[in-house]
């Protein structure tokens, strides 16, 4: 069956550019999120850790081709258990959840420890850091970015849902925001079911 296939794919190598700032670029073997599972070749660099706690570490990356700043959640796979969030963000595009870009398996450093890594796109703010911000300030959000907030938040939800897709964990922290653009991306990281 196609959609239980799991390509293991151990063949993450890096390099040094030769370029001024002699910045470090992984090149990894990675399936692409939507449509066939084709690796391909994807490089990445100046990646620094932006997050961490018991689902694993997430870094933010530069794609080399694009330019364009990504997250790269890195997850211990449990071999006795299938990763339901793989297969669920796979299924998944909307323009207010965020977009599995790419995936690829990476090895621990102990025998048999393999991690899941997605690449994702990469949103800069949360609802909870901006609400704070506002609050410190002794200022209310203003009404019109509510509404638009949950405008976006709502139509997220309809359409996990319209899959039968249950999102477990809806908090500011998991509201994700650009605060240039005002778009409000559902992040969907391991509470769906």
Same mark, same amino acid.
């Given at each position: 069956n196609p959609q239980n296939r799991i390509f293991m794919v151990h063949c993450t190598f890096s /390099? =040094? /550019? #030769? *370029?001024? *700032? $002699? =910045?470090k670029v992984t090149t990894v073997a990675a399936t692409p999120g939507q449509g066939p599972d084709r690796p391909q070749e994807v490089s @990445? +660099? *100046? +990646?620094? !850790?932006? #997050?961490? $706690? =018991?689902f694993g570490v !997430? @870094?933010?990356a530069k794609l080399c081709d694009t330019g364009e /700043? !990504?997250?790269i959640k890195k997850v211990l796979q449990d071999k006795r258990f299938k990763n339901r969030e793989l297969q669920i963000m796979r299924k998944l595009d909307h323009c207010n959840i965020v977009h599995l870009r790419y995936f690829f398996y990476s =090895? #621990? *450093?102990?025998?048999?420890?393999v991690y899941l890594n997605l690449v994702m796109d990469y949103v800069p703010e949360n609802v909870y850091r901006v609400a704070r911000h506002y609050s410190r300030a002794k200022q209310n959000l203003p009404m019109v970015y509510v509404k638009l907030y949950m405008y976006q938040l709502f139509r997220s939800l309809a359409y996990i849902h319209s899959y039968g897709i249950c999102h477990r964990d809806i908090k500011p922290q998991n509201l994700l925001l650009d605060p240039e653009t005002a778009v409000l991306k559902l992040s969907t990281s391991t509470h769906l079911f």
């Open positions: /390099l =040094s /550019l #030769g *370029d001024k *700032d $002699g =910045s @990445y +660099t *100046d +990646t620094k !850790v932006i #997050g961490n $706690g =018991s !997430v @870094y933010q /700043l !990504v997250a =090895s #621990g *450093d102990k025998k048999d420890e």
